[in-house]
């Protein structure tokens, strides 16, 4: 009688869940802290294969009240099966981050309660041991969140899971006191965080944790690089992908509570001591800590102004994340890296400068010269530095034309920030002895090119559609209708997608093995190294180059550093 009752039960839980994932093909799956029950979605030109998507997944506790300016805690386990249809809320920040962006957002809210995860795979077979992708979005580590819009066509055409993660920006995520108070890179640790949730989850929707590959985008990039130093990330993904950003594009704060007392000051809190100003920095809502941030920021105003950054916080960066690297302490995991053509062509000039664009004067040129070298040499002589770089970016042909003044000015600022970082970077990770990989991406898509002017090559960003396959979803605008692409962007979307899953799967972006059997041939990808720093010229048709900008980078990664610690013996 035991028996037949008990094989009731189970045959009616067997029809709830049959029940449950009828109708829109959603499953459910297991995960440590409860089931989730997502949804389907399909790509264009794959109309038969279901990509199970599973939004909103937490993968630590909110990090409100004492647990703000924390390092991130277990979530809470829930019973039932938890709905994984939406997306959760975006962490918190100004609204301009809805200005970058022309298309529809699936919600516009902002929350601390932000810690979660997204998941869209193939299949969610636990035998499957799919590569997995976690992708760290961007935003200067102020701004941005994981899922703008689907990676499906990435998951669909390339047999990958792809997971993509919110973590706390601005000050409540970077803040840091220089002490225990509030250490900082409470965002990296949720970065940590969501890497760990992987590890002991994946397999139920179809990943291997022991294919995890990292990758981002500008402060996204930031966060990989700063991933392959940290000691935190060790074991927790075996590749990484930078574009436009490595753990040396953003400076590391060395004076943090300096910065943490102007925001202090901004909310109205008194700082006697750094006991006292976390806890009344803790007491403010979140809306007035985003607008003391807003404030500080001083975006399109003409200046620069002042962001919560990475520092030594004694357990992310024991050290400095530059001597991690030199002294061989960085993970040993495969990596690629690179850059666009024209990292500052427009797209960040003009969060700077609204005019910008309408040409520039010598003078100019110069007076920016200088204050860049003031922000990040301060105290340096500048005269030596300033006249070996005014002799690397002239245009010969044309050196009082305004706007090739200014195109040289958006070179030099692109490579300070972006270019010569990734290619030191490089360097000193294939000097590990890891695997390394290069590129500089050629290729705009049409639906950016056709908004800029002709002088605008591959600027900040542009990366993202054809990375993301874009070309083969609806992405629907704010305005009306559809953001249009063309055959050419769909056969580069397909390239990048081969390239960066080929790496995700064997650690070689060109090497198809175990790769879907009707991915896109594609052209083979040097390996880079010390004694020959090939990389790839990414476009419609790649090619490989050997020495990228070799007078240039030698400009910011040996000239100019000998100059600083000239003119700093000169101070002793």
Not at 274 to 290: F, I, M, N, P, S
Not at 364 to 388: C, H, M, W
Request: contains cysteine; aromatic residues 10%.
């Amino acid at each position: 009688m035991a028996s037949g009752i008990m094989l009731l039960m189970l045959l009616a839980c067997l029809l709830a869940k049959a029940a449950a994932e009828s109708g829109d093909g959603g499953r459910t799956v297991p995960t440590t802290g409860g089931d989730v029950r997502g949804a389907v979605q399909y790509i264009k030109d794959l109309p038969d294969k279901p990509i199970h998507t599973f939004l909103g997944i937490p993968y630590a506790a909110p990090p409100v009240g004492n647990l703000r300016f924390r390092a991130p805690q277990p979530a809470a386990p829930w019973e039932g099966v938890r709905d994984a249809t939406k997306p959760g809320p975006y962490c918190p920040q100004g609204p301009v981050i809805f200005h970058l962006f022309p298309f529809k957002l699936h919600h516009y809210d902002f929350d601390e309660d932000c810690l979660t995860l997204n998941i869209e795979t193939p299949t969610v077979e636990k035998d499957a041991e799919l590569p997995v992708m976690l992708w760290i979005h961007g935003g200067a580590l102020a701004m941005g969140m994981g899922y703008v819009a689907p990676f499906a066509a990435l998951a669909a055409q390339q047999d990958v899971v792809v997971v993509t993660i919110n973590y706390r920006l601005g000050a409540l995520g970077f803040l840091s006191t220089g002490d225990e108070n509030a250490p900082g890179n409470f965002g990296f640790l949720d970065q940590v965080a969501a890497m760990a949730w992987v590890q002991e989850n994946i397999r139920n929707f179809g990943g291997d944790p022991d294919r995890v590959t990292i990758f981002g985008e500008s402060a996204g990039g930031v966060s990989v690089g700063s991933q392959v130093v940290s000691p935190l990330g060790k074991g927790l993904f075996r590749r990484a992908i930078s574009q436009s950003g490595t753990y040396n594009t953003m400076k590391v704060e060395q004076k943090p509570l300096q910065i943490a007392t102007i925001l202090a000051d901004e909310v109205g809190c008194e700082a006697k001591d750094t006991a006292l100003l976390v806890d009344c920095l803790r007491q403010k809502t979140q809306d007035e800590v985003v607008q003391g941030c807003e404030r500080m920021m001083k975006l399109r105003s003409g200046e620069w102004g002042k962001y919560f950054f990475a520092t030594l916080d004694g357990t992310f960066f024991p050290e400095h994340p530059k001597d991690l690297q030199n002294q061989g302490q960085a993970n040993e995991v495969d990596y690629l890296l690179g850059v666009n053509n024209h990292e500052y062509g427009f797209v960040m000039p003009s969060m700077v400068n609204p005019n910008f664009g309408q040409g520039m004067t010598e003078d100019n040129f110069i007076r920016e010269l200088e204050q860049l070298i003031e922000r990040n040499y301060p105290g340096t002589k500048k005269d030596s530095i300033v006249a070996a770089a005014r002799e690397v970016y002239r245009d010969h042909d044309n050196p009082d034309d305004p706007m090739a003044v200014q195109h040289q000015y958006t070179l030099f600022s692109g490579d300070q920030m972006f270019v010569a970082p990734t290619v030191d970077t490089a360097g000193e990770h294939a000097e590990s002895g890891s695997k390394v990989y290069l590129y500089e991406l050629h290729y705009t898509p049409s639906s950016h090119s056709a908004t800029r002017s002709e002088w605008v090559g591959c600027d900040h960003g542009d990366d993202l559609p054809s990375m993301s396959g874009w070309p083969f979803l609806d992405i629907h605008l704010t305005a009306g209708g559809v953001l249009p692409f063309s055959p050419e962007d769909r056969k580069f979307s397909r390239d990048i997608m081969t390239y960066w899953a080929n790496f995700a799967r064997t650690g070689n972006p060109s090497d198809p093995t175990g790769g879907p059997a009707d991915s896109a041939v594609v052209a083979e990808w040097p390996q880079y190294t010390p004694g020959n720093p090939a990389y790839m010229k990414l476009g419609l048709t790649s090619s490989a180059d050997v020495g990228l900008y070799p007078e240039r980078m030698a400009l910011w990664n040996d000239v100019i550093p000998k100059l600083v610690a000239s003119s700093d013996k000169e101070e002793l």
